[in-house]
Each structure stands twice: as C-alpha cells, then as structure tokens.
C-alpha cells in the first residue's frame, strides 16, 4: 500500500512568512510523529499524536509552531512568522501503534530566505 | 525518557563486521530498544528491535546484556551502501503512556572499499 506522503517536498519562503506543511500517514495508523533535521544534524521531535488522546507537543521550539490532526489522519505542521533557523528538512512519520515501527515520509526541505 | 549515547562516528572496510553500541543507563522496565537507518535525504528506516538477549533479522543483530544498559547493533560483512546513520532509540513507546520513541543524533558508519 502507499506510504507515507508529504507535501509540499520543497517549500521556500520569505522570513516572516506563515507555512503549512502536510502529512498524509499511512492508513489505519494511529500514530504519528513530527521531526525536524538541519542539514548534518540528527532528528529532532517535534509531536506527536496518538489516535484520540492530547497531543505530546513537548517538543515545539516555539508558540510559532503548531500542528493538528483531523480526523485521526491527516496532520498539518504550521510555522508562523518564520525565521532563517527554521530552515530544515520537516519529516512526518506514523506507526501503527506507539511502539511499532516508524514509518517516514520523504520530508519536506524548508528554507526561509 | 531513557537518554541513549553513541559514538558520533565509525569508519570500516568492506567485508567487516561492525558493531555500534549504544549505552543508555536509565533505561526503564519498560523501555525496548529501537535501531534505525537513514540515507541521505531520505528519512530513517527501522532496522530491528529488541527487550533483552538477542534479536536478529536479514538486517543485523542486536545483543542486550542482562542489565539492559547497553545494546550493540552487530552488521554482518558491512558494504559500501551501508554508509549511513543509524540511530538508536529507547522508550517504552506508548506502552505504559503516550510517550514517543526519539531520536538522538545517530552514528555516522562511514564504509570504505
């Protein structure tokens, strides 16, 4: 079956700019993950839901970022006001259960000119 | 959650075994321990997971001494398209809460012919 597909692959930006990024999971997952990498850099989480329970947003840099899940399946990553340093690859990923295997999308390459 | 140390990187030749340990002290009861690989521009994949003793698939090996402090990934016969940073992870991942699996910064195995 299909994986996990996000959109845009490529965003760029102006600096002060608002972005929505989007996660498509694979079907039937309950979980799902948001990452950030820079360049050399190792992943970095960001949230993650978990079917219907609150979010784990512990690990949003700023109240400039956001993200939601509707319906229990596609999620949307929203950077406002956004800054050079967000420039980074955003990866969404999803797992059947927590535990389970991460399934990753091919990310999305942020840059804020 | 359990804080995991790795080496930053490794190099090896062609044709050798490589075995990347991961040492993570306050690891919980109910923590398992998750490797994952990851290419250049592309997001990781799951290579193996394992509780205590010993896992293996078509991939590798993952050794778990008793105390659970430490895991090795073990890499049969290592080639060039091994060169990758492979990650590993500790947490219960939801089991207990609703807590995810991280990623730290990896190790980078260079393999040189």
């Known amino acids: 079956g299909a994986g996990v597909s996000q959109s845009p692959s490529n965003k760029v930006t102006e600096k002060g700019k608002d972005v929505e990024l989007r996660c498509d999971p694979i079907?039937?997952?309950?979980?799902l993950y948001w990452y950030r990498q820079s360049l050399g850099q190792g992943l970095e989480f960001l949230i993650y839901?978990?079917?219907?329970?609150?979010?784990?947003k512990s690990g949003l840099p700023s109240d400039r970022f956001s993200a939601e899940r509707t319906g229990g399946s596609v999620s949307t990553l929203t950077i406002q006001r956004t800054q050079q340093e967000d420039s980074a690859v955003y990866l969404c990923?999803?797992?059947?259960?927590?535990?389970?295997?991460?399934?990753f999308g091919p990310g999305t390459r942020l840059t804020v000119l | 959650l359990a804080k995991t140390t790795q080496p930053i990187s490794m190099d090896s030749y062609e044709g050798q075994e490589v075995n990347i340990t991961c040492s993570h002290n306050?690891?919980?009861?109910?923590?398992?321990i998750t490797w994952y690989q990851q290419f250049p521009s592309q997001g990781p994949r799951f290579i193996i997971q394992?509780?205590?003793t010993k896992v293996t698939n078509e991939v590798a090996s993952l050794f778990i001494p008793a105390d659970r402090k430490s895991s090795t990934l073990s890499l049969p016969r290592v080639s060039l398209s091994d060169t990758a940073v492979y990650y590993c992870?500790?947490?219960?991942?939801?089991?207990?809460?609703?807590?995810?699996?991280?990623f730290g910064k990896g190790t980078r195995l260079s393999v040189i012919a």
């Open positions: 079907s039937g997952h309950t979980a």
């Open positions: 990923a999803s797992s059947a259960q927590a535990r389970n295997e991460q399934f």
């Open positions: 394992g509780y205590k």
């Open positions: 992870l500790v947490g219960d991942a939801g089991v207990s809460g609703n807590t995810p699996l991280v």
């Open positions: 306050n690891i919980a009861t109910n923590d398992y």
């Open positions: 839901f978990q079917g219907n329970s609150a979010p784990d």
